[in-house]
């Protein structure tokens, strides 16, 4: 069986008030599909700027619907396949 590498990567956007931060998660697979994925982070007026934490936010959601459509994807091709021709 051969080894296979994937790379995600991943853009981080924040608006110039530092109140939404934009992440963009982007999968390429060995096999030449590309996959993307956005997650977004909003700080409450309230609170002080601190961009690591809508990075965190951000990119963790980005990578979590990723991962949603991944699986998604995976549940779509067996049922392809489990079902008769």
């Known amino acids: 069986m051969d080894d296979k590498q994937w790379n995600v990567q991943i853009w981080i956007h924040e608006d110039d008030e530092d109140a ?38 951000a990119v963790g959601r980005a990578l979590s619907d990723l991962s949603a459509k991944l699986i998604q994807d995976g549940a779509e091709d067996v049922a392809q396949l489990a079902s008769p021709v």
């Open 20 to 57: 939404v931060t934009t992440a963009t998660a982007v999968l390429f697979t060995s096999d030449g599909k590309r996959h993307e994925s956005v997650g977004r982070a909003r700080r409450n007026p309230a609170d002080r700027p601190v961009p690591g934490i809508g990075d965190e936010l």
